[in-house]
Structure formats: C-alpha cells, structure tokens
C-alpha cells in the first residue's frame, strides 16, 4: 500500500512530441500528487502538483490528469524540448503520512 | 538554490568504515527528510524529522542513524559501511506539502 508505481522507465521522443508518464497507487490516504524534475548532478525540485478533488492541473506546458478511481495519475508534457531531457519522478503524500515516490522516467528528448 | 545545503558534496571512504552526512534546511523548515538514490534508482525514503522527532522511517537500515537538533541541522549516520551503500543520499526539508531537496552526498564505497 506504500508503493507508487511508474512507467515507462525510460522515454525517447522527438522535439514538440508529448512524452506521458503514468503512476499509479494503492493507499487512498494520499491526498496530494506532485511531479519532481530532476537534472543530472542536481537534487528534484517540484514541477506541478494535483489534489484529488480535481482532475486536470495545467502550468505551461505540464499537464497532470487525475483519476481518483482509477488511482492513477499522469504527467504529460506539450510542445517537449531538448531542456525538457531531465528524470521525472511522481510522488504521493498526505499531510501525516510519508512521501513516497515513484522509481523515475528517465525522459530524452531529441533536437 | 533550494536553499537546502548538504556537506560534504562528495565522500570517498572504504568498506567497514563510518561516516556522517549534514543537512541544513530551509529557514523556517521544520520537517527533514532523507533519501538514497542509487545509480540509475528511484527516492528511497530513509527517515523524516519534525522538529527533532523522528515522525516516520521508510528502509533504513539499522546501521544507518540519523538525528535532528534543536538547531534543525540534521545529520545521517552511516556505519560499517558496504560497497552496496555507494549512492547519492538528499535531504529535504518541507514546512507544508513541497519538499526542498538539497543538492545531495555522493557517498563512494571502495
């Protein structure tokens, strides 16, 4: 019930493509849903993040679906750039539980 | 800068051996975290402390150790050190939902 899952491990699309990135969990305790970006050498910082009461939350060209049912969750990226390459990882928290996160997608995006 | 510091940046040691991984959170920041990130793995949550108490633990190890002090500086034991244990280790440090990480120790174990 701790566990986040995510997919694809890695992914491989050309500029102005849409790369998605799923996760799924199991523990309905999560009530918050963040995307970090993380760069090679670089610690993750926080991209976008979703709480269950909505099902879509769009910042520039990130977009996160919700479906609360489902408890699943997705990233998907717009108009991709080569600045974009980076590793992605979904997590999921509630206010008194722990941050879990899932195992990262490790996105490239070709010029 | 996330405003989060961690020292050292980097740490070459040998196996058996023991070392100590500082944190400095956020100003205000309460909550610390650790993580291990092994090469080409995900977060592993180690341990949480809010204000000096530890509030949770993930897979830690129980040769690794960790502590929070009254001046919120945090610090990660790691003892009896084995090759498996080479990895980037993060701090984080939060005061609502969002985590800071810091730019993290990239611990060698030879």
């Known amino acids: 019930q701790q566990q986040v899952k995510q997919s694809p491990q890695s992914l491989i699309v050309q500029k102005g493509g849409i790369p998605i990135i799923n996760c799924a969990y199991e523990n309905t305790a999560f009530d918050y849903f963040p995307w970090y970006q993380q760069f090679p050498g670089k610690g993750p910082a926080l991209l976008i993040a979703?709480?269950?009461?909505?099902s879509e939350k769009k910042e520039g060209r990130f977009t996160i679906s919700f479906n609360k049912s489902a408890k699943q969750f997705s990233l998907h990226i717009m108009d991709s750039q080569p600045g974009d390459s980076a590793t992605y990882f979904c997590?999921?928290?509630?206010?008194?539980?722990?941050?879990?996160f899932g195992t990262g997608t490790r996105l490239k995006v070709l010029a | 800068d996330s405003g989060v510091t961690q020292t050292p940046k980097h740490l070459i040691t040998a196996t058996g051996q023991r070392v100590t991984l500082r944190c400095s959170p956020r100003?205000?920041?309460?909550?610390v975290y650790w993580y291990q990130q092994s090469l080409d793995q995900g977060l592993q949550f180690l341990i949480q402390y809010y204000n000096g108490e530890e509030r949770a633990k993930g897979n830690i190890l129980e040769r690794f150790s960790a502590q929070q002090f009254p001046d919120l500086h945090s610090e990660l034991n790691l003892s009896s050190l084995e090759l498996g244990d080479s990895a980037l280790y993060f701090c984080?440090?939060?005061?609502?939902?969002?985590?800071?990480f810091g730019p993290g120790t990239r611990l060698t174990v030879l």
């Open positions: 984080a440090s939060s005061s609502g939902l969002v985590l800071f």
């Open positions: 997590a999921a928290t509630s206010g008194t539980y722990k941050y879990i």
């Open positions: 979703i709480r269950p009461d909505v």
């Open positions: 100003s205000g920041d309460l909550s």
